[in-house]
């Protein structure tokens, strides 16, 4: 009887998700983009490229663009926008505030004939903002939003990591930090050799893939997606705590579904909630 009622709730689910992601691809031009194909409508390129002052820390908020953070010879910002998106930045007592929000209205005409005025037009898929930090950086907190697009970052120290995003996808590697904090809309999240404090993840739709090493508390939200974390260590190095909804947990490969919590003496907990989605836990050496 539950399965049945999973299927069920995750049909509605998913038919109410594909009529928000059809109005949102409307909004951002989606049906319109083959009559709206003249460069025109991009409006003219800003292209930047500038060497900075050193900064530690890094507040950036974009909305359709592909955003780096990777490691450089020096503190530099490097980007190709259309000027009806442009990108603002400065920096401030050590803060570099980065921010890009998508394209100006423009009235549009659909196939249907109809005149929709104050849609938005999304953005070529070749705008890139890149920041680049040298080895010696010393940050202490990076906090990064994105509304549609994707964002990866390498190679980065940091004290504390707050990333959020819409729609899109993350790609991180080498990444290390003493508090971190993930939170996906739709989309993917894979992350690599991720060293962290204490690590909070929460996804609405779509896939997580985290593997590292984790010194601190883990606590990972599931909505309708699928979460994969694999931690260096044994079952022993956690606590658990587990709130299964309509969705499976698995403890390395194991069903936890009659376990609400477990006491190992351990100095960290690991808590998962699980949804409708699916959480997949492994713990190895």
């Known amino acids: 009887m539950k399965k049945w009622y999973r299927i069920i709730i995750i049909g509605i689910l998913l038919m109410i998700i594909g009529i928000v992601l059809i109005g949102m691809g409307m909004m951002r031009g989606g049906k319109t983009q083959i009559e709206m194909g003249n460069p025109a409508n991009r409006g003219d390129s800003i292209a930047v490229k500038e060497t900075l002052e050193a900064f530690d820390e890094l507040e950036i908020d974009v909305d359709t663009v592909e955003f780096k953070l990777v490691k450089g010879e020096n503190y530099g910002i490097d980007f190709v926008v259309s000027d009806r998106a442009p990108v603002e930045y400065h920096l401030t007592d050590g803060k570099l505030t980065v921010k890009q929000k998508g ?34 950086a010393n940050l202490q907190s990076i906090m990064m939003k994105c509304g549609v697009g994707e964002l990866k970052i390498s190679e980065i120290e940091t004290e504390y990591l707050d990333l959020d995003i819409g729609v899109g996808s993350f790609n991180l590697s080498d990444i290390t930090a003493k508090k971190a904090k993930i939170k996906g809309g739709v989309g993917e999240i894979s992350a690599r050799d991720f060293i962290a404090g204490q690590l909070d993840v ?15 508390d883990v606590i990972i939200k599931g909505g309708m997606g699928d979460i994969k974390l694999r931690a260096k260590g044994t079952e022993k190095d956690f606590n658990y705590q587990f709130e299964q909804g309509l969705g499976e947990i698995e403890l390395n490969n194991k069903s936890v579904h009659s376990i609400k919590q477990t006491d190992n003496k351990a100095d960290k907990m690991l808590s998962a909630e699980s949804g409708i989605g699916s959480v997949s836990i492994y713990i190895e050496e």
């Open 103 to 136: 394209y100006k209205k423009l009235p549009i005409n659909i196939s249907l004939g109809f005149n929709f005025s104050n849609k938005m037009v999304s953005g070529p898929s070749h705008d890139y903002i890149t920041l680049s930090v040298p080895e010696e």
């Open 202 to 216: 929460e996804v609405g739709v779509g896939e997580v893939d985290i593997e590292g090493i984790f010194d601190g």
